[in-house]
């Protein structure tokens, strides 16, 4: 292993090898100007491999032949055995199997002439629905329902559109008309006292939000809020 004044004295690799790089701008002087148009690469061994066409395995060639191919004349004369002739043979449907149901039956002379029993008639009615109607009546014999004409004194009661209060009022229109006397109005100076935000100094400048004032600490509850405060009696435990 080379000492460590070995490694110094050794020259410096030299940069200007390939003088017509000019997208190297870090080099101590420029390169020369080529004379040549365009600029002469030099690959690596590397890059050279890289760059050659990658070569066909054999097992792609031996897929990829042709559909057509030469039979040899021992498959020619071949004769095949008697397991071989039993496997070619078409399998048979199983026992009790039937072909599909053409999808328009035919239709036999009795079918058609046939007449319905009474029975069958009877079965073949549709079921009638049993409701249970108060005001109204059903005749199964016409199959219709008579619904009475006149209603009762309740039902038009019911039936009538409920009253509007005496001081109800129209929603108001999303435009009106503003009087004279606000447009002309005045703010006094307790309004425009009132109106101007309350100021406060921010946490960085020494404001307190946890100081309670010292009205607020010698404040007196009245009755009344001494009566909200306590407890429902509901919730109190027994002593």
């Known amino acids: 292993m080379p000492s460590r004044i070995e490694q110094l004295s050794r020259p410096k690799p030299n940069l200007l090898k390939f003088p017509d790089r000019c997208s190297v701008y870090w080099l101590d002087e420029l390169p020369t100007r080529s004379k040549n148009t365009t600029t002469a690469f030099e690959l690596t061994p590397r890059l050279e491999q890289l760059a050659q066409s990658k070569e066909s395995s054999r097992l792609i060639e031996e897929s990829s032949r042709s559909p057509e191919w030469m039979i040899s004349a021992a498959a020619l004369k071949a004769r095949p055995s008697e397991r071989v002739c039993s496997l070619a043979l078409p399998r048979m449907p199983a026992d009790g199997w039937q072909p599909e149901r053409p999808l328009l039956a035919t239709l036999s002379v009795a079918v058609k002439n046939a007449k319905p029993s009474p029975r069958i008639c009877h079965l073949a009615q549709p079921k009638q629905v049993k409701t249970l109607l108060t005001y109204c009546s059903v005749d199964s014999s016409a199959h219709s329902i008579s619904v009475p004409n006149t209603p009762s004194s309740r039902i038009l009661q019911l039936a009538s559109p409920k009253q509007v209060h005496a001081q109800h009022s129209l929603a108001r229109p999303v435009s009106w008309p503003v009087p004279d006397h606000v447009l002309k109005a005045v703010a006094s100076e307790r309004l425009q006292k009132l109106a101007r935000p309350k100021t406060r100094q921010a946490l960085f ?14 404040a007196t509850a ?12 509901r919730k109190c435990k027994g002593q």
Request: without cysteine; neutral net charge.
């Open 205 to 218: 400048e020494g404001y307190d939000p946890y100081r309670v004032s010292p009205a607020a600490r010698a």
């Open 222 to 233: 009245s009755p009344r809020l001494l009566e909200l405060s306590l407890p429902l009696p």
